[in-house]
């Protein structure tokens, strides 16, 4: 089993940053790829970023290039997400998931984390 903690979200004025963080435990981390999904209440959960177990690709959707990197520790079972020149559009509850292939959709993903809230004021 493999356990997934997702913390670093708050509250943050347009154009700051925040640097969210997955916690990993139970399962060798560095076996899975990564991603990052966000929520907003009344929407459907969206992709955000992904990474291959060795972090040498990394994919990211349209809306957050250029602004957001992920990265993982696979010393410290950690993924990485940080968030720079946000927006209030990236107000939402952010999702760390690790699955067997690297990819955008929601079913390729076997482990999720419980979230964190990241809200941007404007």
């Known amino acids: 089993q493999l356990q997934l903690v997702a913390s670093g979200g708050g509250l943050v004025q347009t154009g700051g940053s925040l640097r969210l963080s997955c916690a990993a435990s139970?399962?060798?981390?560095?076996?899975?790829?990564m991603g990052w999904f966000r929520q907003v209440p009344g929407k459907e959960r969206e992709f955000v970023a992904a990474?291959?177990?060795?972090?040498?690709?990394?994919y990211y959707a349209d809306s957050v290039k250029g602004r957001f990197t992920i990265s993982r520790d696979n010393a410290k079972n950690t993924l990485y997400l940080q968030m720079n020149s946000l927006k209030p559009d990236d107000t939402a509850v952010y999702y760390c998931?690790?699955?067997?292939?690297?990819?955008?959709?929601?079913?390729?993903?076997?482990?999720w984390g419980q979230g964190t809230q990241v809200t941007v004021s404007s």
């Open positions: 139970g399962r060798t981390f560095s076996f899975y790829p």
């Open positions: 998931a690790a699955g067997g292939v690297v990819s955008v959709r929601q079913t390729d993903y076997a482990y």
């Open positions: 990474i291959s177990r060795s972090g040498g690709d990394e």
